[in-house]
């Protein structure tokens, strides 16, 4: 199992809310390279218009990494050293609440999309592993794959992959979790931590949901409305990233609520609150779900957010769902994380 890579100690810095069409700058000055006010130096090696995360006078405004200009703030936003409540003591796997810190990291803003999965796809095909990792896991669930009542997204056409017309800037979904962690190492990155995904989603405070506490709306996330005992989805099927701005979270990132549940690092455990370490967890060494439907039980893997078929109690900031290890479902995709360099 591939660590999520070493943690770097920064001092904890308040971010500060930010809106969702937020710019490369958004909060801070374009000072290349000028003292502010404050006496620091922000330094802005790749010219890209955001300073590197260790000068950032603005947290919002910090680029993750100074050496690529591809990565700035309105793509992939920065999270400083600090602490927060995790978890709620309503829910048994969510039990106990406490307070945890984490070394600093970066987010994406938005879900990755089925356009951007193919090109990792054509990268794999180029490199002689087609549709699979390294170590042989799949990648993508194709229709010829694992039938399926919701069509794929991603059409497979020999050795060539295209995205259905429309679905270009959508969630890639039917992603498997070794997809989702190839993809992001792929990128130079890696997958969230469950910790590192809900803090986010909670922007610095105990949010129920990533805007806050008003209760959702189809104006908010893409999800079900819960009513008489069913419910009934905003959309019923996933819609563009980052369509829903109104629900975005105190650091700008969008769809935490809703849209694509996330794959995140973490094999899942119902228990493991109670004995998670207090700084930077990582999640337990091996996860195991035993279920009525499958007493003989199963590794399970962490998603979170919920998506847009999942009622409200889904897409709340806390609540943890877990997904066979070799999974991959039409309502499951991913984001990545960096760690600032």
């Known amino acids: 199992m591939r660590s999520p890579g070493p943690m770097l100690l920064l001092a904890a810095l308040a971010c500060e809310p930010t809106g969702a069409g937020s710019s ?16 620091v130096a922000e330094v802005d090696a790749d010219g890209d218009g955001a300073p590197s995360w260790p000068t950032a006078v603005d947290p919002a405004a910090a680029d993750c990494d100074d050496g690529d200009p591809t990565v700035r703030p309105d793509t992939v936003r920065f999270f400083p050293a600090g602490r927060f409540v995790r978890g709620s003591d309503d829910r048994m796997n969510t039990s106990p609440a406490r307070e945890i810190g984490l ?39 194709f229709a010829d794959d694992t039938p399926d009542s919701v069509d794929e997204r991603i059409v497979e056409e020999g050795s060539a992959w295209s995205v259905e017309v429309g679905y270009e800037d959508h969630p890639v979904v039917e992603v498997y979790w070794a997809g989702a962690d190839g993809y992001c190492a792929w990128k130079g990155g890696r997958l969230p931590t469950e910790a590192e995904w809900e803090a986010a989603a909670r922007g610095g ?21 819960a ?11 996933t819609a563009p990233v980052g369509s829903y701005p109104a629900g975005a979270s105190a650091q700008g990132l969008l769809d935490l609520g809703g849209n694509a549940a996330e794959w995140v690092f973490d ?44 009622g409200p109690e889904f897409t709340s900031t806390f609540v943890r769902w877990f997904e066979p290890s070799k999974a991959h479902s039409n309502g499951v995709g991913f984001r990545c994380a960096l760690t600032p360099r």
Do not use: I
């Open 24 to 39: 490369g700058a958004e909060g801070g000055e374009e000072t290349g390279g000028d003292t502010v006010d404050s006496g």
């Open 103 to 141: 070394s600093a990291y970066c987010l994406d803003r938005f879900e990755v999309t089925n356009a951007s999965f193919v090109a990792y796809l054509e990268a794999r095909a180029a490199a002689g592993k087609p549709n699979q990792t390294d170590e042989g896991d799949l990648l993508y669930a």
């Open 267 to 310: 094999w899942y455990r119902d228990d493991y609150y109670a004995e998670s370490p207090d700084q930077d967890p990582q999640g337990p060494e091996s996860g195991w779900v035993f279920e009525e439907a499958n007493p003989e039980g199963y590794e399970a893997r962490l998603t979170r957010g919920g998506n847009f078929v999942t």
């Open 227 to 237: 009513g008489d005992g069913h419910v009934t989805p905003c959309l019923d099927d």
């Open 205 to 225: 405070e105990q949010r129920t949901y990533p805007w806050g506490e008003a209760d959702p709306t189809c104006a908010l996330e893409n999800y079900a409305m």
